[in-house]
């Protein structure tokens, strides 16, 4: 019985979501393409320092985009914050661990345009521990490994900001 019942669900639940106008925001639907060919359009500019070259490169690869400007449909500009605070003290006033918080700004022009048509900011938190003194790898390892985490976290939130906006783009301004 129970078989029977997770057999109907698994064939109705296409259809409901399909009635409500649910439509896949990167694969290709019945209402037309998805957003994944327009992603791979955006070039994204090129961003200072370690974590903007890391940021950068996580967006190429989720765009699936290229890098290169000549034949983009859109540019995507960032702007990057980071700060780090200190957390956990020990008795002796030792700092055990940090928050790195990543901030970016980004801004999305069409072709040939100066003006946006998309801004927005991103937030992202992560933190590293501090190893004790013969250990200065390991919290430089830490360090890196939070930065990194970061700027991937970024990466898939812009994604899909972008994304988003772009699936409510009318096609002409595509």
Not at 64 to 87: I, K, M
């Amino acid at each position: 019985m129970m078989r029977l019942v997770r057999t109907i669900a698994a064939a109705l639940v296409p259809s409901l979501l399909s009635g409500c106008g649910f439509h896949p925001l990167y694969g290709n639907g019945t209402a037309g393409p998805g957003t994944a060919g327009t992603l791979s359009e955006i070039y994204v500019e090129p961003i200072p320092d370690r974590v903007g070259y890391q940021l950068r490169n996580d967006l190429l690869d989720l765009f699936n985009a290229t890098g290169s400007p000549a034949d983009a449909a859109y540019r995507l500009r960032l702007t990057l914050n980071e700060e780090e605070q200190a957390v956990a003290l020990q008795q002796n006033t030792n700092i055990t661990r940090y928050n790195y918080t990543l901030k970016a700004h980004y801004e999305l022009f069409p072709r040939g345009s100066t003006s946006a048509a998309k801004t927005g900011d991103v937030t992202t938190l992560t933190a590293y521990n501090v190893a004790a003194a013969p250990y200065l790898y390991a919290t430089v390892t830490a360090e890196r490994d939070a930065k990194d985490r970061a700027a991937n976290d970024l990466a898939e939130r812009i994604r899909i900001a972008v994304a988003v906006f772009l699936r409510g783009a009318p096609e002409k301004s595509r």
